[in-house]
């Protein structure tokens, strides 16, 4: 089992930063690619960001692509996502996951990701 928990929602004005933590436990945390999701209300939830198990091979919706950054901490089993330039369209509840065994690679699809978070409200005014 992996348990994912993440902090770092809030509110914020359009133009402003947040930054949201995802700390992981339960298994080697090096062995499981990490991805970030979003589910605006009325919408389905989407990939926003994500991480290949060594912190490279990162990948970005093509809405946040030059705004938001996602790193990792493997020593602090913790995922990490900057999200700058923030605008009311990225108001959402935001999710980490985690894609246990995949290590090759960065997955976009939900259905790779076996384990989720409990997801963090993000609200960004105009």
């Known amino acids: 089992q992996v348990q994912l928990v993440e902090s770092g929602g809030g509110l914020v004005q359009a133009g402003g930063s947040l930054r949201l933590s995802c700390a992981a436990s339960?298994?080697?945390?090096?062995?499981?690619?990490m991805g970030w999701f979003r589910q605006a209300p009325g919408k389905e939830r989407e990939f926003v960001a994500g991480?290949?198990?060594?912190?490279?091979?990162?990948l970005y919706a093509d809405s946040v692509k030059g705004r938001f950054t996602t790193s990792r901490d493997n020593a602090k089993t913790t995922v990490y996502l900057q999200m700058n330039s923030l605008k009311p369209e990225d108001t959402a509840v935001y999710y980490c996951?985690?894609?246990?065994?995949?290590?090759?690679?960065?997955?976009?699809?939900?259905?790779?990701?076996?384990?989720w978070g409990q997801g963090t409200q993000v609200t960004v005014s105009s």
């Open positions: 339960g298994r080697t945390f090096s062995g499981y690619a």
């Open positions: 991480i290949r198990s060594d912190g490279g091979g990162t």
């Open positions: 996951a985690a894609a246990f065994g995949i290590v090759s690679y960065t997955p976009t699809q939900q259905d790779r990701y076996n384990y």
